[in-house]
């Protein structure tokens, strides 16, 4: 079992790190897109979403490198979330995270899609929800909580920075094509916001129950589930005891 980490420190830089990676990943998701299906010509074939899914994978390991080079900035909200929360930082972390570090990758975001909006205009609208609020809260909550438990379990138990960023990559495409008809498997707040930003419908009940509160709640409970499924057995019958004294 590996040792319990120490508690984190508040890196107000990061804030600056999280602002441009948010923008650059917006960028090269883009950009994948139109080179798959503008220059290679791959539209409506089905070897596209292999050739996406490979260059998925180069740039995930990417900015898996720059993640780790800054000292833990991030494009994704839902990472920096389940960090500050399996890493137990206290309430400072926690405000810390949820109002610098995650309006940062937002803004980032929506400067990212305007960049790319501008350098490409027929880059796209990005991903939309093609199925009902409550069913598309469903997906894509159930995809985040499968993605988050996997990462936070690898970050946790496994050392090698190649074998867990492959096995997160591949996972994280995987529920990525299973929701993209539902919800576009964005699986990043962030993203999702820069784009209906783009769209105007980023104050609309279906995005912010969607793209917002469902997979908030899912990094939660992911976050918990990890942490307890993972707990040591004698910590585990401590607190049973401990719930038990109290009862009586």
Not at 2 to 7: E, F, G, Q
Not at 41 to 62: D, N
Not at 165 to 187: A, E, F, Q, R, Y
Not at 199 to 216: E, I, M, S
Request: charged residues 15%.
């Amino acid at each position: 079992m590996s040792p319990a980490p120490s508690r984190p420190r508040i890196r107000p830089w990061l804030v600056v790190g999280d602002l441009a990676l948010a923008a650059a990943w917006v960028c090269a998701g883009a950009l994948v897109k139109l080179f798959v299906y503008g220059g290679l010509g791959l539209a409506g074939r089905p070897e596209a979403e292999a050739v996406k899914v490979s260059l998925s994978i180069v740039y995930m390991f990417l900015f898996a490198w720059l993640e780790a080079a800054s000292g833990g900035a991030s494009y994704n909200p839902l990472t920096v979330l389940a960090a500050a929360l399996a890493s137990h930082g206290g309430p400072a972390m926690y405000l810390f995270t949820a109002f610098a570090r995650i309006p940062a990758q937002v803004i980032g975001a929506v400067l990212g899609v305007k960049l790319i909006q501008l350098t490409f205009p027929n880059v796209g609208k990005g991903a939309r929800l093609s199925v009902g609020a409550h069913h598309g809260a469903l997906a894509e909550g159930l995809a985040t909580f499968m993605v988050v438990m996997v990462s936070v379990t690898l970050k946790k138990e496994m050392k090698s920075f190649f074998m867990k960023t492959w096995i997160t990559s591949m996972w994280k495409n995987t529920i990525h094509i299973l929701s993209s008809d539902i919800t576009g498997g964005i699986m990043n707040p962030a993203s999702a916001f820069a784009w209906a930003y783009a769209r105007g419908d980023h104050t609309t009940f279906d995005h912010l129950l969607v793209y917002w509160l469902a997979p908030l709640q899912a990094t939660l409970l992911g976050v918990w589930a990890v942490t307890y499924l993972t707990k040591p057995k004698k910590i585990k019958e401590q607190e049973a005891d401990e719930n038990k004294t109290k009862k009586e």
